[in-house]
């Protein structure tokens, strides 16, 4: 698939996380005027045995619900729809061959919890995150959530955007980009 058509794929499942990814991937998807497909996985493994004698959990959401409730959260209405069932990382590497980027929410939950002394705050990505980011034949982009601040918007500096007419050229150093000219930025 030539990159200009190759969509961007995003991993979906109801998290504060999976949310800011598919806002994420929305912009992106925009910004290079490609398809998204939003991919909810659901994972047989976390349920319980349906012979283990409990009763069927009825908290559990309904796949197809979870990813349409977050596409009109997200506003990325246009998006593909895709819910599958297995194991999320495979699937997700699956449904990435060929894409533009593969977008996770990162799995902030995990270092908000004790860990042991070498991973003290937990580890940095989740399993499904740390699998995608070691098997992907595509760019993997990690979202985190938002950070929520107390402080008022106004005592926020605004973003200096610096061109390379106004900094001078560092001596010994090389450029990372060839292109003379700013790069645009498709997000804020």
């Known amino acids: 698939m030539p990159q200009g058509s190759a969509p961007v794929v995003v991993g979906v499942d109801g998290s ?23 991919v909810y996985v659901s994972d047989p493994r976390s349920r319980r045995a349906p012979y283990a004698g409990a009763p069927p959990d009825a908290d559990e ?24 069932v297995g194991v999320p990382a495979e699937l997700l590497l699956r449904r990435a061959i060929g894409a533009r980027v593969l977008v ?6 995990r270092r908000r919890h004790d860990g042991d002394a070498q991973f003290p705050r937990g580890p940095a990505l989740g399993s499904i995150a740390r699998a995608c980011v070691a098997r992907a034949a595509c760019p993997v982009v990690v979202v985190p959530i938002p950070a929520r601040s107390t402080a008022s918007a106004a005592t926020v500096p605004a973003p200096r955007c610096t061109s390379t007419a106004q900094s001078p050229a560092l001596v010994g150093g090389r450029a990372i980009y060839p292109r003379q000219q700013p790069v645009p930025v498709a997000h804020r």
């Open 16 to 38: 504060e996380a999976a949310r800011a990814a598919l806002r994420w991937a929305a912009e992106e998807a925009a910004a290079h005027h490609v398809p998204l497909i939003a």
């Open 104 to 109: 996770l929410g990162h799995a902030d939950h």
């Open 61 to 84: 959401p309904d796949p197809a619900a979870t990813l349409e409730r977050e596409i009109v959260r997200s506003g990325a209405i246009h998006a593909v729809r895709a819910v599958e």
